[in-house]
């Protein structure tokens, strides 16, 4: 069975500076992997996805995310965190063989200082 | 134009009543989740139905209930409420069975008191 690790329950960065949101993932065959966005009150946004290919994938809203296979990892990283970047965030491991049901990590709840 | 809509939005009630739970989708898609998120914001899916025929159950108690009448809905029917069953309720839709993203509504967020 997948699973999925989020070390980092909570982050706190300062406005401007940069980020990396970590993700560690078990399975057993090639992974499709996610992360989403949950603002306060609202369901969750895809960010972005990795399917095959190029192992440094492009999001939305600036947001940028590296699959590395020899660590199990896919890290989320922004170059220049805004304070509208607060909120909580999911990394995500898919399950072709099981009805494209996904599996979530705990989340990381980001606070951005002013 | 809302994606994923969920009703109701808030959802309080007392231990022992009967729920349901709205969700329908006007992206075209043939597949339709449940997830439940604890208070601990802890996400597990909970079903899957594709061309309206379940697909995934999860170690889900029997009083839940999912009903797909099109591809478009999946509502989700509650009985006995139970104390345990707080939480926020997601409904999310994807096209297939594949490796596409899932799109999310808003939630319900279910107290019991």
């Known amino acids: 069975a997948q699973s999925v690790t989020q070390p980092d329950i909570h982050i706190t960065v300062s406005e401007g500076a940069s980020l990396e949101l970590r993700c560690n993932y078990s399975?057993?065959?090639?992974?499709?992997l996610f992360w989403y966005v949950q603002s306060p009150g609202q369901g969750l946004q895809l960010l972005l996805k990795?399917?095959?290919?190029?192992?440094l994938v492009q999001g939305i809203k600036g947001f940028e995310a590296e699959f590395k296979r020899s660590q199990s990892s896919f890290n989320l990283r922004k170059p220049s965190v805004h304070w509208s970047d607060a909120a909580e965030y999911f990394c995500a491991v898919g399950a072709l063989n099981a009805g494209n049901m996904l599996t979530f990590g705990g989340g990381t709840r980001l606070m951005v200082k002013p | 134009d809302t994606a994923v809509s969920q009703t109701p939005k808030y959802l309080v009630t007392q231990m022992g009543n009967d729920k349901s739970i709205k969700c329908e989708q006007n992206l075209g898609h043939d597949t339709m989740y449940w997830y439940k998120q604890d208070s601990k914001k802890f996400l597990k899916i909970m079903f899957s139905y594709n061309n309206k025929e379940l697909i995934i159950n999860e170690t889900v108690p029997n009083r839940f209930s999912p009903k797909s009448p099109d591809k478009a809905h999946l509502n989700l029917h509650i009985n006995s409420l139970e104390l345990g069953d707080s939480a926020v309720y997601f409904c999310a839709s994807s096209q297939g069975l594949s490796n596409q993203p899932q799109h999310f509504g808003d939630g319900t967020r279910l107290s019991i008191l």
């Open positions: 399975y057993g065959a090639t992974p499709y």
């Open positions: 990795y399917f095959s290919g190029d192992t």
